[in-house]
């Protein structure tokens, strides 16, 4: 009688406890849609679609990303991907022709403007027809919601 109780009392304890969990209801919260503002990126005045000398590129490669509304309001960079479409040559072994070749160097920053090591190997070493891409800029408002801003690509001449 004693087995036939305690076998009772157990599963009465966990129909109890499967009832109670499902009578709970699941709570609901809403969202708050969020519409990004409109915002521009500029490494100091150029924007998406400017073209830069090899001085200006030398000057500006170590200015600091900056994401700016119409109102002129700053947002913080949270992180963003730098690429370096490089220009070189090659001899073909077998024609003995000289050819253009552009290899890219890429990385993922979370700090403006570049780190040091990047902007001395890069520092006076640009050629026409390179490029400086910043792409997958996230940055943070006021209110710590993050948003892509638009890529930045200058084409160096």
């Known amino acids: 009688m004693k087995l036939s109780l305690k ?9 109890c406890a499967g009832f109670a969990s499902v009578a709970q209801k699941p709570t609901i919260t809403k ?4 519409k990004p503002p409109v915002v521009k990126t ?6 998406n679609g400017d073209s830069a000398t090899m001085e200006e590129a ?15 309001n700053v947002y913080t960079i949270d992180s963003y991907q730098f690429l370096y479409k490089r220009k070189g040559v090659i001899q073909d072994d ?9 290899t890219t160097v890429s990385y993922l920053f979370n700090t403006t403007p570049l780190p040091k090591v990047w902007i001395d ?22 209110l710590d919601r993050k948003f892509f801003a638009p890529n930045l690509k200058i084409l160096i001449r």
Do not use: A, C
């Open 7 to 15: 076998s009772f009392l157990f599963i009465l304890l966990f129909l």
């Open 31 to 34: 969202i708050i849609k969020f």
């Open 42 to 47: 500029f490494l100091g005045i150029k924007t």
């Open 58 to 72: 030398s000057q500006m490669i170590g200015l600091p990303l900056k994401i700016m509304d119409d109102k002129k």
């Open 94 to 102: 077998e024609t003995g022709r000289i050819r253009t070749i552009f």
């Open 121 to 142: 190997n890069l520092k006076g070493g640009f050629q026409t027809d390179e490029e400086l891409y910043f792409f997958d800029i996230v940055v943070k408002d006021k």
